[in-house]
């Protein structure tokens, strides 16, 4: 059983006969064979880049040239980053609402080379670094307020118990615990 009226004709590349959809044609499709057979016909057609290979390398290897020569009035570094930056703004960005300080030897920076604040205030309260396991929590709930008076640190599950104390639980449908809506 065939899903579609087809046509009969014969592949531009190698000259054998098959039958294409006839959608396939109407669209300007359907003149090869095979995937392969396209491929040979568009490769033997396409021209070739004015540039040649050998051209590009000479190019790249005189353009290196320039780099590493001081007198070409190149610059020698690559762009500025940090405070040396003309973007610089200080060094503090706001990302989720939180404050982050450009800090990139610490040990918990991201990529980008910034901590959050809240961090860097809790190890300097505490004297320690503050542990993968354990997590720095606001207890006003305002995140960009670092006060010491407001950051308590404490594990992921205490964390966790903290922010569903009071909410109650009801078992579901499979057996787990879910969230029950607090009765008005």
């Known amino acids: 059983m065939q899903r579609g009226k087809r046509t009969s004709a014969s592949c531009e590349q190698c000259g054998v006969a098959f039958t ?3 959608k396939d044609v109407a669209r300007g ?13 568009s490769a033997l057609r396409r021209t070739p880049h004015p540039q040649t290979t050998a051209s590009r390398a000479k190019t790249a290897a005189a353009k290196r040239a320039q780099w590493a020569d001081p007198t070409s009035g190149m610059r020698q570094m690559p762009r500025p980053i940090g405070a040396a930056s003309p973007a610089w703004k200080g060094g503090e960005v706001r990302s989720k609402g939180r404050v982050m300080l450009y800090h990139p030897d610490h040990p918990r920076a991201w990529t980008t080379g910034y901590v959050y604040r809240a961090l860097l205030v809790a190890e300097a309260a505490l004297g320690r670094p ?3 396991g354990e997590i720095v929590h606001h207890r006003n709930e305002v995140k960009d307020d670092d006060r010491p008076e407001n950051l308590a640190v404490m594990t992921r599950g205490d964390h966790i118990r903290l922010h569903k104390k009071g909410v109650p639980r009801r078992r ?13």
Not at 29 to 41: L, N
Not at 172 to 184: M, Y
């Open 20 to 22: 294409p959809l006839l």
């Open 172 to 184: 579901g449908t499979r057996g787990r615990f879910i969230v029950a809506p607090l009765p008005s």
């Open 29 to 41: 499709q359907g003149r090869f064979c095979t995937k392969s057979c396209s491929a040979t016909w």
């Open 130 to 132: 503050v542990l993968r």
